[in-house]
């Protein structure tokens, strides 16, 4: 968790990605999920704003944005990138998502209810996901939608192979986060909860051209082991001698639920 909160590695994570993407990954999800201008919007797990910018651009003056995350730091900088304009319809809460109920009501940020609530690649955090779930389903107006973001199936599994391939075993968390989270817990939950389910997908090829740029991201991610890094960069650099590039494909579901059941 403490590598996965750290700003650093989170901005050079999708830094990493956003360079060497072939689909930007903002503009996928909001050529999906519609956002009203004036709707009130609860993000969690914002990180450092790489969604939620979008959904400032899309919200008006009548609308806002409630960004929580459990990373101070994280905030800090999602404020800094926000312009005075935009930061009028923002506001920040530092909170974990177990304590997202109290957290809310002490910021002053619940009000009547949220239009949407929404997460990307960062729900499978919580300790209890299915609970956190539930809590948002209680945040939500009448009408209102959740949108949850994150991998699914094989992804990763260029980069898996070649750090199993170097002696490390990826934890289980980090495994069930990336390839069986969404299908194994979002999916269920939402079909016993929403009349309607809309599931996007994609494969997203990273393409890094230096051995140099595949290191720099796995130092950055929740399973790098500095001890075998020298076995690691072994193998990337065996690569390169065969090949001009490496690919790494981010396998991506988005489900978006509404109509709530009664």
Not at 41 to 51: D, I, S, Y
Request: charged share 20%; with cysteine.
């Amino acid at each position: 968790m403490s590598r996965a909160t750290q700003v650093e590695l989170l901005e050079q994570r999708i830094a990493a990605n956003a360079a060497a993407q072939q689909i930007d990954l903002a503009t996928w999800i909001f050529e999906r999920v519609h956002v009203e201008p004036a709707a009130r919007v609860l993000e969690l797990c914002c990180g450092t704003g790489g969604q939620t910018l979008s959904l400032l651009d899309r919200v008006s003056d009548a609308g806002h944005v409630v960004a929580l995350d459990i990373s101070k730091a994280a905030l800090d900088t999602l404020t800094a990138k926000v312009g005075p304009i935009a930061s009028k319809r923002l506001t920040c809460v530092e909170s974990s998502l177990e304590s997202l109920h109290s957290a809310l009501h002490r910021s002053g940020a619940q009000h009547d209810g949220f239009d949407l609530i929404f997460c990307a690649y960062g729900l499978y955090y919580s300790s209890d996901a299915e609970r956190t779930l539930q809590q948002c389903r209680q945040l939500l107006k009448l009408n209102g939608r959740i949108v949850v973001v994150g991998p699914f199936g094989p992804n990763n599994k260029h980069l898996f192979d070649l750090v199993r391939a170097s002696g490390i075993a990826i934890a289980a968390p980090v495994v069930l986060s990336s390839e069986s989270f969404m299908s194994q817990t979002v999916l269920p939950w939402g079909t016993r909860n929403f009349e309607s389910l809309a599931v996007h997908t994609m494969v997203n090829p990273v393409c890094w051209t230096t051995p140099e740029r595949v290191l720099n991201y796995w130092q950055s991610t929740t399973f790098y082991e500095a001890e075998r890094r020298e076995d690691f960069e072994r193998l990337v650099r065996a690569h390169f001698a065969e090949h001009s590039t490496f690919v790494n494909e981010k396998w991506v579901m988005l489900v978006e639920m509404s109509h709530g059941r009664v």
